[in-house]
């Protein structure tokens, strides 16, 4: 049914809302590198051991290569204060105020719409739990980076923040309006290589904060999506 999809979307805006406030009042995130290493082995896990290997058909390669560019030219162009540099709470030398207004929003509110987008190709090609955990697991943390660099343009910062969430929401929605009549392989393997690149572009961040035990976190993350696929 169209609710389960919903339900995680709206899930994922509650909880991306909830680091945002966490954000907002300064309550530090413990243990945040450890976490963003387990979700990111676990986005890998997802594309490498359950999306691409049920995407395979002739061809199959070019949606999952797509994937992987539209997330590149995002956070190559769009992104301001990229990720996998380092979290935007910590940046210092912050550029002019429009950047940080307008486009930081707007490439955020990009990585959430295509988070709904993903929701609903999980719905409408029958994946389920493993590709919604995946979405879940790193609303907290993207709230929270969300919110830090925009503390400091906006009156209440939260107000963007609520809007940038609900993309999740949007993109869903859109997702299965649009993509039904779309071979569920194709967008199999087009979010294979939206989560493949995705991992690419943000885990480096990981090394630079936290390079003694990220690979084990990673690597437990990868380990519980082969757990999940087993079943």
């Not at 910590?90 to 987008?117: A, M, R, V």
């Not at 910062?157 to 869903?172: A, C, E, N, R």
């Amino acid at each position: 049914m169209d609710e389960i999809p919903i339900f995680v979307a709206i899930l994922s805006f509650v909880i991306m809302c909830i680091g945002e406030i966490l954000a907002y009042y300064s309550v530090s995130l413990k243990y945040k590198y450890e976490f963003e290493a387990i979700s990111f082995g676990f986005i890998f896990g997802v594309a490498t051991l359950i999306l691409i290997p049920k995407s395979f058909f002739k061809g199959f390669a070019i949606p999952v290569i797509l994937g992987m560019v539209i997330v590149y030219l995002i956070e190559k162009y769009l992104a301001y204060c990229p990720l996998s540099k380092k979290y935007c709470v910590e940046c210092n030398g912050l550029e002019e105020n429009l950047k940080i207004k307008i486009i930081y929003p707007i490439s955020f509110f990009i990585h959430t719409f295509i988070d709904g987008l993903i929701i609903a190709v999980s719905y409408i090609s029958n994946i389920g739990f493993p590709l919604y955990l995946a979405i879940l697991m790193h609303k907290l943390p993207a709230g929270f980076v969300l919110i830090s660099p925009l503390k400091g343009v906006y009156k209440n910062p939260l107000y963007p923040g609520i809007f940038v969430s609900f993309g999740t929401v949007l993109g869903t929605i859109i997702g299965l309006i649009t993509l039904k009549n779309i071979s569920p392989k194709v967008l199999l393997a087009f979010s294979g290589g939206v989560f493949l690149g995705a991992f690419l572009m943000l885990v480096p961040h990981i090394y630079e904060h936290k390079k003694e035990k990220s690979f084990l976190y990673i690597l437990l993350g990868y380990i519980l999506v082969g757990i999940i696929s087993l079943h």
